[in-house]
């Protein structure tokens, strides 16, 4: 297994990845990092571990939109082209949603 270093909302990250898998690593990577700065991009959410739930809840949503086969997380993340993404509305409904579940230092109630 070989590791690649990547970055995600400017912090870099170093990851294990089977041989072969590099490409689709990042851009299940990219995805990722996608999905949080539109987060982060809001206003709303300033505490990295907070869009990083909400970055997970959106994916996972897209995933459960996505009937059989369920695809792995990586391979959602990348067949996902960036205008299936949530509207804005969603996102704000997401994030009251997770204010609602996480107490003021950010752990769940």
Known sequence: MKQIEVSI???SYL???P?????RLREAVAQVDR???????TGKLKARERIAVLAALNLAYILTDR???APTVTQAAADTPSDALPAPEYLDQLIQRLDQALDSDGHLL
Request: glycine residues 20%; hydrophobic residues 25%.
């Open 9 to 11: 909302m400017g912090q």
């Open 15 to 17: 990851l294990g990845c």
């Open 19 to 23: 041989d072969g898998g590099e490409e």
């Open 35 to 41: 999905e949080m700065c539109a987060i982060r991009d």
């Open 67 to 69: 009937q059989p086969p």
